[in-house]
Structures are given as C-alpha cells and as structure tokens.
C-alpha cells in the first residue's frame, strides 16, 4: 500500500523535533552513564560512554584495579629509608640506585635540589609491565590501595556498571568525619538531635536530611503558590472591578525585577523576622503568588464559559464557592503546569538557600552536594553525578506520572472554548 503523500510533509517537521528531543537527552544520558563509571573514567576526553571496569587476575580471583600504567624500560620499586618520601614505594630508573643509596629530586624552599638517600629495593620490574593500583569506589577510602606490577595482558577490561557509586554518594554526603565509617543504614537513621556550631559532633547531617529539607520546601511552595495564584488570577479574570487591568500590568511588570535586585531587602527582612538559618524564607514568599503563574491561571480561567459561574450564582453560591467548587475543579490542567513549574524551580533552586540558610541540618539538596564538593577541595565526579542522578529522579517520576495532564494545560491555556 503506498504512503500517503499527504503525511509526508508533516513526518518531515517533525525530524527537527526529533533531533531538539535527542539534543536534550544527551546530557541526561551522560549525567547517568557517568554516574555508573568509576572515577578514572569520568571527565576524559573524548568522552566514554559506557563503564568500563579494569579486573586484574590474582590469586585464584578477581580484583578491579585503575586504569593501568604502561613501563616502557626496566624499573626499581625502591623504599627510601629517610627524607620526604619515606616508607614510600617509587618507581626509578636503576641508574638513580647505587649501593643502597636513591638519588632523589626534592623541594628544597623555592627551588629543587638532588639529595641522595639509603632505601631498599623491593623488586625489579621489567620492560612490558603495567602499574595498577587496586581500585576504590572513593579517594577518600581508609586504608592503604594494593600496587601491582604485571604483565599487561593479566589485565583485562569489562563493560560493566559501578553500581557502589550510588550508596557511595549517600555516605559522602554524610557531614562530619566521625560518621565515615558507620554503616549506612545507621547513617540513615541517624537520631534528630538540633545542631549546634558549637558542637564538633553535631547530630549526622544525611543525605535523607537533605532530600528532606528538599521536598519540604518544595512541597510547601507549591501549595502555597498554587491556591494564592489561583485566588488571584479569579480576582482579575471572574470578577469585574475597576483598575483590574492596571493591576494587572503592573503584577506582570514585576517580573522584569532580577532576583539579585532583591536579595539584600528580602534578608533585611527574613533577618528582623528572626527567620534566617529556617526554612521559611524559601516557601513563605510563595503563598503571596506569583506573577508568572498568575498569567498563566488567568489565561486559562477566561476559557471558562461565564455562563457556568452565573448559574452557580443563581443557584445562592459565594464568589469563593464559586472558585472552589466550580472554577478550581475545571483548572486542573493549568494548576498541574503551575504546580509542576514551580517544583521544579524551588527543587533545582540554588540561589535561595545558599542565601538564608546557614545550618548543615536545614540544607537542601543544591546546597548539600555544593557543599560536598567544597569539604574536599576538589569533586570526585562519579559520586557527584550519581548523587545528581538521585535528586534528578523524582523530577523524571513526577513528570511521567503528570504528563497527560501537563501537556493539556500548556496546549489549552490562552484558547477560547
């Protein structure tokens, strides 16, 4: 049967659609891939998309291992017995030892100087072995790694997902050193008791902590965000008075003001409140609206035949009852967007709670990987994007379970019906 000539044009404006999905899906598939890989593999370039594992033959069994080093001539495994690198195990050309004796270049004040130092040697290590070092799910790990010297074909690689990065990353999140090596179910249900700076062993800041804080706050926002929307939105589309439209300009005009113009009065204010280190200040602002969704509600609430609030009006409904029973119940797409929108922004908000928070136990999620990254001076990628992987799955959940619904209100807001 031949193709219908007429679908041709549109499966053609749909490739450049298909191609933005695809474009949009990259990063997120590489934020997953890169939080199954291990450490070594993160961040190379070009990059690896698939997790790769490095196993080296031992014994009778298997032990991962880093990416392993190449020895293109023959080795010493020296141990200086004294100076800065004592106790160490080096690898150095033979030519550097002579009767018992490593010759050694050391940082010396502001220069470099060759010092000569008594050490032992371990073993040699031919030409056509690699270095591998056995491999940790984190840096941070106790306990000194094993070193090996092999020939390079014991070394094999497997593709093959690091799964340990996920619970990894919960416990990295974990605040304070002394917590390190608990198990992490007793992490997880760490006891509640109120931090104090004072107190070096403050109560165990958790992942769950965050993920807590997150969602309480988002959930609190949304709520308030949606109904105080809503009420005004019926207050400037249902209801006739005079200067509706004026208001109504300049509520749209206020989105023209950059949070950062704001920050230093809303602290003035959050801080006469007493509120700074609580949550209140990220989800309090919401239940005043906002100008956005007030938009977005209006538009749609016009859509609805007056004809319906006038019959519940005759029928002895209030204004209110009105909004509730007849109009809220018909704006269930559009407060779907709204609501969805806004958990979004106070889910990935970062802004906001580096501002007004300063206690570890009310940080969010944003704050607490930030935080993380800063603790060590550096970031191990692979547990920050298995972390990231973790926070970004309610969103994707969310957003599955509401997509029908949302999809409705953004096609049907602004449309007479």
Known sequence: MAANPLLRPRRAAHAPLL???????????????SALQPREQV??????????????????????????????SRKLVVIPERGPRQGHRLLVDPARFSAGMVTLSVQEDDRTVTRRFRAVVERDVPAGYVYAKEWRLSKYA??????????????????????????????????????????????????????????????????????????????????????????????????????????????????????????????????????????????????FGGAFNIFLLRQFFMTIPRELGEAARIDGCSEFRIFWRVILPLSKPALAVVALFHFLFVYNDFLGPLIFLTRPDTFTMALGLQQYQSQHGGSEWHLLMAASTILVLPIIVLFFFAQKTFIQGISTTGLKG
């Open 43 to 72: 961040g190379k370039i070009p990059p690896e998309w698939l997790p790769r594992k490095h196993v080296l033959a031992v014994d009778g069994g298997t032990v991962q291992v880093t990416p392993p080093v190449p020895i293109d």
């Open 19 to 33: 191609v933005l999905a695809v474009g949009y899906l990259v990063p997120l598939v590489w934020l997953v891939m």
């Open 142 to 287: 106790p306990g000194t790694p094993r070193e090996f010297y092999v020939p390079a074909e014991r070394v094999s690689v497997v593709v093959e997902p690091v799964l340990g990065n996920f619970p990894e990353a919960v416990r990295a999140l974990t605040a304070g050193e002394r917590q390190k090596q608990l198990p992490l179910g007793e992490l997880l249900a760490s006891s509640e008791m109120p931090w104090t700076p004072e107190d070096e062993h403050g109560r165990t800041v958790t992942f769950l902590s965050y993920l807590a804080n997150t969602l309480v706050v988002a959930l609190l926002a949304v709520l308030g965000t949606t109904l105080s929307s809503a009420l005004v939105a019926y207050g400037l589309s249902r209801i006739e008075w005079k200067g509706r439209t004026a208001l109504f300009a300049v509520t749209l005009a206020t989105m023209m003001i950059p949070f950062p113009v704001l920050m230093v009065p809303l602290y003035s204010l959050f801080r006469g409140l007493g509120w700074i280190g609580t949550l209140r200040p990220l989800w309090v602002p919401a239940c």
